[in-house]
């Protein structure tokens, strides 16, 4: 790409991001026609695409099939002080550290989802199970009600604790949900283990999270272990995007960082 072509699609992208910023398009509206664009701008359609391609790393829009470049909701970024205590609320069972207080109101976006299907490895190799094997999956997206889509949960439970536990497997698990049913066929007391990182999200995944692929995505992974058989019978895997969370916590002092501190002379 020539220099002026490079100054020029910058300019575009900036001044979209101005009109976007100050509502002449609004969340859910269309970028104008690519190439329809590009011709009322007089420039090549490729630099007009650039210009959507930025705008897209911004997390501004999404490029969504037979619409075009569509505009995103601003995100709310949420400070999550993540803590390692899991709680129960009598009305829901089991709250884990999550971005939310547990008064908050969350909703689910679209129905949740529950189904066997091929495991990714990761599941797979908890599970003991053989590459591919057919592993229940309840899946979920949930945000704070009113906000778009903040968070992908997908629940993996091993066929041996389906088997103990049936109603796992149902629409709606009873009360404390599939955890307590868990514990109720003789799991119990799970205990869990968390991993985190960052990495970039998979096609399904920015679609249901409504963001652009190059955003990049914060997954925990929590894993809970059988009282009865010390092997792994859930894994939750959360994914978040990157724009919309910031991770928290305190430092404390070990003792070799006591304070007042005496400092120690070196030889010049």
């Not at 590459?131 to 439970?157: A, K, N, Y």
């Not at 916590?249 to 120690?264: M, S």
């Amino acid at each position: 790409m020539t220099e002026a072509r490079t100054a020029k699609w910058r300019q575009i992208a900036a001044d979209l991001r101005e009109k976007i910023k100050g509502g002449t398009y609004a969340p859910g509206d269309t970028l104008p026609q690519l190439k329809a664009y590009a011709a009322e701008l007089g420039v090549h359609h490729e630099t007009v695409r650039a210009a959507y391609k930025e705008l897209e790393k911004e997390g501004l829009v999404r490029t969504v099939q037979r619409r075009g470049s569509v505009v995103l909701q601003p995100p709310v970024r949420r400070r999550i002080t993540r803590g390692v205590t899991v709680t129960r609320d009598p009305a829901r069972g089991y709250v884990f550290p999550a971005a939310s207080r547990p008064d908050e109101p969350w909703e689910a976006h679209g129905r949740p989802f529950r189904k066997e299907l091929p495991a990714p490895a990761q599941v797979t190799a908890e599970f003991e199970l053989a590459p591919g094997t057919d592993v229940l999956r309840r899946r979920r997206v949930t945000s704070p009600v009113g906000e778009p889509p903040f968070q992908l949960v997908d629940t993996w439970i091993s066929p041996a604790a389906v088997a103990d536990a049936p109603r796992v497997a149902d629409p709606s698990p009873g009360p404390g949900g599939y955890l307590d049913r868990l514990e109720e066929a003789g799991h119990g007391p799970i205990d869990w283990t968390e991993t985190s990182r960052i990495r970039m999200p998979d096609r399904e995944e920015a679609k249901l999270l409504e963001i652009a692929q190059s955003i990049p995505v914060l997954e925990s992974t929590i894993i809970g272990t059988s009282a009865l058989t010390r092997l792994p019978i859930e894994v939750t895997i959360r994914v978040i995007p990157g724009d919309r969370v910031e991770l928290s916590g305190k430092l404390q002092r070990g003792e070799t960082a006591e304070w007042p501190v005496t400092p120690v002379e070196t030889a010049p």
